[in-house]
């Protein structure tokens, strides 16, 4: 499925925001790719990531740590890595070590396209495939206001609710939490890891300021 | 999910973490979830940390028809024909080894319910129809595929229609040279469903690095955004067909 694609946002506001994906493809290379993965792991680790998670164990603003994530591979038959990055150099450099290591995983980023494919080129890649985002059809009318969507459309999963985002500005604008402690918890519910928390932040402030994110459910739940 | 009201002591700390607000309130203090809004997720129960254990996953949950509500909206759910965790396929992400999309092709995922809303499968049913009077079939790995009742028709068994999902993805490969006519059945489709859905379109890249499918977005005038996700080609055995 295509949970890194349909981020929203500005160009500005995606410029340093890159989800990595390395997925063996079931049934045709995925047996004997745990090892495989388990050093992908430890090429990411090295380089820093924003945020990675697992659909083994969760991710790393909700208890697991890297090395639990690298260590629970193991479990699922079809062994995934997702993880995102702030930062254009540590992205470079997973890839750079990735294709050297030549290890047959198939790799996605997802990112602005131009920039996406101007680190192809530099790292010599030949891009195979692209997944182009069309955009959201139907019943527009209905979604939340640019502000929570651009948070919400982080887990493409769905799993981050709307509702969270409003009780976490709220807890901020209340000074019961630093906006990056309401990032880190917006975090938490994207199992996979790909909510990228310093675009959270940058998101909840550029919005926080302009006096946006009002709750519109009135912020329910205990601090 | 529901709650053991029993045990309940109405703080109301799961309420945010729902992404599909079936976590209700009957004041003063009575907290129930909406079983017919519920999707399964799991999400309350992982990251709310109910105080008194009150919110709890039934059995039934994995067992129809509650199903497939659990595997169309737990990101931690794998469906057991397809060995693939979420709602669909590996799509482009593995493009690369499985050639799903080959050259001269087009993929196309309708992503139903996503983003916010969620989806009934009534309207994931009417997606389907009217794709198979286009004579398109659904990608056989996706997990939608095992839930047909006629492929011929596009019609979903019947213990299925009730159900309620956070996204379900409708996805087929067709030739590129379909492309205008089957977003134009999209965009009608798109005034006919009552949620929402985000569109995918995988392409091969030409050799000179171009996107051959631009063209036809440009002449239709339909918007792309300036994100999307890139195979970068470096799984083997690598297809190039």
């Known amino acids: 499925m295509t949970h890194s694609l349909h981020r929203r946002g ?38 820093g990531p924003t945020n990675i998670g697992s659909y083994e164990i969760r991710n790393i603003y909700d208890g697991a740590t890297i090395e639990d994530i690298r260590d629970n591979l193991y479990k699922a038959a079809v062994p995934r890595v997702r993880c995102c990055f702030s930062d254009r150099d540590k992205v470079m450099q997973v890839l750079r070590k990735v294709k050297e290591n030549d290890y047959g995983i198939s790799v996605t980023v997802s990112g602005l396209t131009d920039e996406v494919l101007k680190m192809a080129d530099e790292l010599g890649m030949r891009p195979h495939s692209i997944n182009l985002s069309l955009g959201v059809w139907g019943r527009t009318e209905r979604l939340p206001d640019k502000a929570v969507m651009e948070i919400v459309s982080m887990c493409g999963h769905g799993m981050l609710a ?52 009002e709750s519109s459910c009135g912020a329910p739940g205990e601090d | 999910m529901l709650i053991r009201e029993e045990l309940c002591t109405g703080c109301r700390r799961c309420i945010p973490y729902c992404p599909v607000g079936a976590i209700l309130v009957e004041e003063p203090r009575r907290v129930y979830i909406d079983q017919d809004l519920c999707a399964e997720c799991g999400t309350c129960l992982r990251m709310a940390g109910c105080p008194t254990d009150a919110l709890f996953e039934p ?153 051959p499918v631009l063209p036809v977005l440009d002449r239709m005038g339909i918007h792309y955004r300036p994100n999307s996700k890139i195979n970068l080609g470096l799984g083997r055995p690598l297809r190039e067909e």
């Open chain 1, 10 to 47: 500005s160009v500005e506001s995606l410029r340093n925001d890159y989800v990595l994906l390395f997925t063996p493809a079931a049934r045709i290379n995925h047996e004997g790719s745990h090892e495989k993965l388990r050093e992908i792991v430890e090429i990411i680790a090295e380089a």
């Open chain 1, 162 to 213: 709307k509702s969270l985002v409003e009780k976490q500005a709220d807890l901020v604008r209340r000074g019961r939490k630093t906006v990056r402690e309401a990032a880190e918890e917006l975090a938490r519910p994207c199992t996979c890891g790909i909510v990228n928390v310093d675009r959270a932040v940058e998101i909840l402030e550029r919005y926080l300021a302009q006096g946006d994110l």
């Open chain 2, 59 to 211: 059995s039934e949950v994995y067992e129809k028809p509650r199903s497939v509500r659990k595997f169309f909206s737990d990101a931690m759910a794998t469906h057991k024909e397809t060995l693939l965790p979420g709602r669909g396929t590996e799509e482009v992400k593995t493009n690369d080894v499985t050639a799903r999309v080959k050259r001269g092709q087009i993929g196309i995922a309708i992503e139903m319910g996503r983003p916010v809303l969620g989806a009934k499968m009534t309207d994931v049913e009417k997606v389907i129809m009217r794709l198979a009077e286009l004579g398109i079939r659904l990608e056989g790995n996706n997990p939608l595929s095992h839930l047909l009742a006629d492929p011929e028709k596009g019609t979903l068994q019947d213990w299925v229609k009730n159900e309620r999902v956070i996204s379900a993805i409708v996805e087929f490969a067709a030739p590129a040279e379909r492309l205008e006519e089957l977003l134009g059945a999209i965009r009608e489709l798109a005034a006919e469903v009552d949620t929402v859905f985000s569109l995918d379109l995988i392409t091969r890249f030409d050799d000179d690095g171009s996107i």
